[in-house]
């Protein structure tokens, strides 16, 4: 199980395929896992050096003592772990809470980021379109099980599923969930790093500093996001240079529903010149 010390903190990471590094920065309550095994990561690994790791607090990567947690934190976490790897510059793709850190990377460590994608995210504060109601009620309902149970087990997990997943998709799909709920077990997120991670989001804001990313950037959006809502991309499309909007209209938040479109997408952003 790799592990590196980044700052206070020994950080879990993998690496798999060669080329120019992609690093990929994974949202709220995941872990280094829960990408795509299938589709995402064998095509992304075919043209790079795909970087995958848990962030602060979650999985394998320590908690730290730092009781509360920023965006601008585990964006450092990132450049930390980047440096640690000897990567100077990367391809750097965030999604949701790892979009938000992705933002964060590139207006402060601008000189780290070749390109940006930025997938069913927000930029947060006044000016972005809030995270619904229903979805902090299912981070609720998730502690109240943990705390019931002391550990994560499928039902758990199973609660996350319908906020990053459409009801057809689940339907339609029931071994994907099998799959998607496994990968989070592999190594959940404790409750700690559940509420730090929560005050991070809460706390971020970007808006306003958005033009001052030089990186081009992809945005990535699934219209049927119950999550963060998909208007937010455009939010964001309008204040970053050199941006580009892509929606996806039968998509949730993990945009699983259509990931060979979404890897289609990504890749010939990333390999055009």
Excluded at 57 to 86: F, H, N, P, V
Excluded at 128 to 157: F, H, N, Y
Excluded at 211 to 234: C, F, H, S, V, W
Aim: net charge negative; proline share 7%.
């Amino acid at each position: 199980m790799p592990r590196i010390r980044v700052g206070d903190i020994h950080m879990y990471y993998d690496i798999i395929g060669e080329g120019f590094p992609l690093v990929l920065i994974m949202g709220f309550m995941g872990n280094a896992d829960c990408w795509d095994p299938v589709y995402f990561i064998p095509r992304l690994s075919e043209h790079f050096k795909v970087i995958t790791f848990d962030n602060r607090g979650a999985g394998r990567t320590d908690l730290s003592d730092k009781e509360e947690y920023t965006i601008q934190m585990m964006a450092d976490d990132t450049a930390g772990l980047m440096d640690a790897l000897g990567i100077e510059k990367a391809h750097v793709l965030g999604i949701s809470m790892g979009g938000m850190i992705a933002q964060e990377l590139a207006i402060n460590h601008p000189k780290k980021v070749e390109k940006l994608v930025l997938a069913s995210t927000f930029c947060g504060g006044p000016k972005a379109v809030p995270i619904p109601g229903e979805a902090a009620q299912m981070v609720t309902q998730i502690m109240e099980l943990l705390s019931q149970k002391g550990k994560w087990d499928r039902e758990v997990a199973f609660k996350l599923l319908p906020f990053i997943f459409t009801e057809e998709f689940m339907r339609e799909n029931p071994g994907v969930m099998e799959v998607a709920s496994d990968l989070i077990l592999v190594a959940p997120t404790p409750p700690e790093g559940i509420v730090r991670q929560v005050g991070a989001i809460l706390s971020f804001d970007a808006c306003d500093r958005l033009p001052q990313i030089k990186a081009p950037t992809l945005i990535l959006a699934g219209r049927k996001d119950k999550y963060i809502p998909p208007e937010n991309a455009e939010i964001m499309a309008k204040r970053i240079p050199n941006s580009k909007l892509v929606y996806f209209e039968h998509s949730a938040h993990q945009l699983q529903e259509e990931i060979e479109k979404v890897t289609d997408t990504v890749l010939e952003f990333l390999l055009s010149s």
